[in-house]
């Protein structure tokens, strides 16, 4: 099992960048998926997430507005469109799959790292004049 945090970057406050999350051995419709961040010295805070049955979306307020989340189930990915980057927004984004025990809910904030099951490798987003 494999999940896998792409298209970050360094970026002009302001602007935009749209993560995908990729899994190979496992198959992220059959999971509520989360975006997790971390900057540095920082706890990881759990930004958004989208539910497997009814796609029902959740997120942080820092980024409520701003962020979206989305899933393409015909190629296994889930996407984290982020506009009107803030400086603030500067982290490693990783996304991970929120364990059977637990649902979307959890995620925003920084409570609910217990329910994650599976982690990819983080992308870095840095946004910066």
């Known amino acids: 099992v494999q999940l896998q945090a792409s298209g970050g970057g360094l970026v002009q406050p302001g602007g935009s960048l749209k993560l995908s999350c990729a899994a190979s051995?496992?198959?992220?419709?059959?999971?509520?998926i989360a975006w997790f961040r971390q900057a540095p010295g920082a706890k990881r805070e759990g930004v958004a997430c989208?539910?497997?049955?009814?796609?029902?979306?959740y997120y942080a307020d820092s980024v409520k507005g701003r962020f979206t989340i989305s899933r393409d189930n015909a190629n296994n990915t889930v996407f984290l469109q982020m506009n009107s980057l803030k400086p603030e927004d500067t982290a490693v984004y990783y996304c991970?799959?929120?364990?059977?025990?637990?649902?979307?809910?959890?995620?925003?904030?920084?409570?609910?790292?217990?329910?994650?099951?599976?982690w990819g490798k983080g992308t870095q987003v840095t946004v910066s004049s």
């Open positions: 991970a799959t929120v364990s059977a025990i637990a649902s979307c809910p959890v995620v925003p904030g920084t409570a609910g790292l217990w329910a994650m099951h599976y």
């Open positions: 051995g496992l198959t992220l419709a059959h999971y509520d």
């Open positions: 989208i539910s497997e049955n009814s796609g029902s979306t």
